[in-house]
């Protein structure tokens, strides 16, 4: 059984960071891209970071951008989201995913297979 795991979430003041992980089990991702997508209350999932198969290629929406660092160990089959400078509209629940093989895209959420649960990031004023 395929599963991802995330963890790391939880409370933080404004300019804080935290540190989301991802741990993947039942098959390796060695060979996928991974990303970070978020959810906020009332809105649609968004696309947060993305990272490739060898760790070479980072993406990330523009709001993240010198905030936010996205970093893979594909020996251990895990994925991380450093967040630092956090704000309060990053409040969301973060999921981390896996993408298809022989797909293009980082950011579109559909090109994505394997999803986990999700963790809650609450940042507060």
Known sequence: ??????????????????????AASGRT?????????RQA?????????????????????????????????????????KMNSLRPEDTAVYYCAARKGGSYSYTDQHEYEYWGQGTQVTVTV
């Open 29 to 37: 991702f060695s060979r996928n891209a991974m990303g970070w997508f």
């Open 41 to 81: 209350p009332g809105k649609q999932r968004e696309f947060v970071a993305a990272v490739s198969w060898s760790g070479g290629l980072t993406y990330y929406t523009e709001s993240v951008k010198g905030r936010f660092t996205i970093s893979r160990d594909n020996a251990k089959n895990t994925v991380a989201l």
């Open 1 to 22: 059984q395929v599963q991802l795991v995330e963890s790391g979430g939880g409370l933080v003041q404004a300019g804080g960071s935290l540190r989301l992980s991802c």
